[in-house]
Nanobody
Framework: QVQLVESGGGLVQAGGSLRLSCVAS????????MGWFRRAPGKERDFVAA????????YYADSVKGRFTISRDNTKNTVYLQMNSLKPEDTAVYYC????????????????WGQGTQVTVSS
Protein backbone atom coordinates (compact mmCIF):
# COMPACT_ATOMS: atom_id res chain seq x y z
CA GLN A 1 0.00 0.00 0.00
CA VAL A 2 1.34 3.44 -0.92
CA GLN A 3 2.69 5.63 1.90
CA LEU A 4 2.67 9.43 1.65
CA VAL A 5 4.91 11.87 3.53
CA GLU A 6 4.30 15.64 3.50
CA SER A 7 6.97 18.25 4.19
CA GLY A 8 7.66 21.97 3.69
CA GLY A 9 5.32 23.44 6.29
CA GLY A 10 6.38 26.13 8.71
CA LEU A 11 5.77 29.64 10.00
CA VAL A 12 5.42 32.46 7.48
CA GLN A 13 4.16 36.05 7.58
CA ALA A 14 1.00 37.09 5.77
CA GLY A 15 1.73 37.71 2.10
CA GLY A 16 4.56 35.20 2.06
CA SER A 17 4.96 31.88 0.27
CA LEU A 18 5.56 28.22 1.05
CA ARG A 19 5.97 25.13 -1.12
CA LEU A 20 4.68 21.85 0.28
CA SER A 21 5.87 18.47 -0.98
CA CYS A 22 4.30 15.03 -0.74
CA VAL A 23 6.51 12.05 -1.56
CA ALA A 24 5.03 8.63 -2.31
CA SER A 25 6.73 5.41 -1.30
CA UNK A 26 6.42 3.53 -4.59
CA UNK A 27 6.78 3.97 -8.35
CA UNK A 28 3.06 3.29 -8.94
CA UNK A 29 2.53 6.91 -7.81
CA UNK A 30 2.40 7.81 -11.50
CA UNK A 31 -0.94 5.97 -11.77
CA UNK A 32 -2.60 7.91 -8.90
CA UNK A 33 -4.72 11.03 -9.05
CA MET A 34 -3.72 13.19 -6.05
CA GLY A 35 -5.14 15.95 -3.89
CA TRP A 36 -4.46 18.31 -0.99
CA PHE A 37 -6.77 18.95 1.98
CA ARG A 38 -6.34 21.12 5.06
CA ARG A 39 -7.67 21.11 8.61
CA ALA A 40 -7.78 24.44 10.44
CA PRO A 41 -7.96 24.55 14.27
CA GLY A 42 -11.41 23.44 15.42
CA LYS A 43 -12.56 22.80 11.83
CA GLU A 44 -13.22 19.82 9.59
CA ARG A 45 -10.77 18.66 6.94
CA ASP A 46 -11.57 20.62 3.74
CA PHE A 47 -10.61 20.22 0.09
CA VAL A 48 -7.84 22.44 -1.32
CA ALA A 49 -6.75 21.13 -4.75
CA ALA A 50 -6.59 18.05 -6.98
CA UNK A 51 -4.49 16.96 -9.96
CA UNK A 52 -4.82 14.29 -12.66
CA UNK A 53 -2.36 11.46 -13.25
CA UNK A 54 -0.53 13.37 -15.98
CA UNK A 55 -0.71 16.71 -14.18
CA UNK A 56 -2.56 18.30 -17.09
CA UNK A 57 -5.91 18.75 -15.28
CA UNK A 58 -6.26 20.56 -11.94
CA TYR A 59 -9.00 22.19 -9.87
CA TYR A 60 -9.11 24.21 -6.64
CA ALA A 61 -11.23 25.36 -3.74
CA ASP A 62 -12.54 28.88 -4.32
CA SER A 63 -10.72 30.09 -1.21
CA VAL A 64 -7.28 29.35 -2.70
CA LYS A 65 -7.89 29.83 -6.43
CA GLY A 66 -5.35 32.21 -7.94
CA ARG A 67 -3.01 31.89 -4.95
CA PHE A 68 -2.19 28.15 -4.74
CA THR A 69 -0.88 25.87 -7.50
CA ILE A 70 -0.85 22.06 -7.41
CA SER A 71 1.71 20.24 -9.57
CA ARG A 72 3.49 16.90 -9.73
CA ASP A 73 6.74 15.30 -10.85
CA ASN A 74 6.11 11.64 -11.55
CA THR A 75 9.84 10.95 -11.99
CA LYS A 76 10.25 11.88 -8.30
CA ASN A 77 6.99 10.33 -7.03
CA THR A 78 6.11 13.78 -5.69
CA VAL A 79 3.13 16.16 -5.69
CA TYR A 80 3.57 19.83 -4.73
CA LEU A 81 1.43 22.66 -3.43
CA GLN A 82 2.87 26.11 -4.10
CA MET A 83 1.17 28.61 -1.78
CA ASN A 84 1.53 32.34 -2.49
CA SER A 85 -0.05 35.43 -0.94
CA LEU A 86 -0.69 33.49 2.25
CA LYS A 87 -3.35 34.72 4.69
CA PRO A 88 -3.82 33.98 8.40
CA GLU A 89 -6.92 31.95 7.52
CA ASP A 90 -4.67 29.56 5.57
CA THR A 91 -3.25 28.36 8.90
CA ALA A 92 -3.93 24.62 9.06
CA VAL A 93 -2.46 21.16 8.90
CA TYR A 94 -2.13 20.27 5.21
CA TYR A 95 -2.59 16.67 4.03
CA CYS A 96 -1.97 14.99 0.68
CA UNK A 97 -4.02 11.99 -0.41
CA UNK A 98 -4.77 9.67 -3.29
CA UNK A 99 -7.95 10.64 -5.13
CA UNK A 100 -10.26 7.71 -5.91
CA UNK A 101 -13.06 9.63 -7.68
CA UNK A 102 -12.69 12.31 -10.38
CA UNK A 103 -13.80 15.03 -10.11
CA UNK A 104 -14.55 15.16 -6.38
CA UNK A 105 -14.10 17.54 -3.44
CA UNK A 106 -15.47 15.10 -0.88
CA UNK A 107 -13.32 13.71 1.91
CA UNK A 108 -14.80 10.24 1.42
CA UNK A 109 -13.45 10.06 -2.16
CA UNK A 110 -9.81 10.47 -1.10
CA UNK A 111 -7.34 8.14 0.60
CA UNK A 112 -4.94 6.84 1.72
CA TRP A 113 -3.53 9.93 3.45
CA GLY A 114 -0.22 11.37 4.53
CA GLN A 115 0.44 12.41 8.13
CA GLY A 116 0.11 16.14 7.48
CA THR A 117 2.40 19.16 7.75
CA GLN A 118 1.66 22.31 9.78
CA VAL A 119 1.39 25.70 8.07
CA THR A 120 1.09 28.77 10.29
CA VAL A 121 0.56 32.24 8.81
CA SER A 122 1.07 35.18 11.13
CA SER A 123 -0.32 38.69 10.72
Amino acid sequence: QVQLVESGGGLVQAGGSLRLSCVASESTFSSYRMGWFRRAPGKERDFVAAISVSGYNTYYADSVKGRFTISRDNTKNTVYLQMNSLKPEDTAVYYCAVQRVWPSRALVDFGPWGQGTQVTVSS
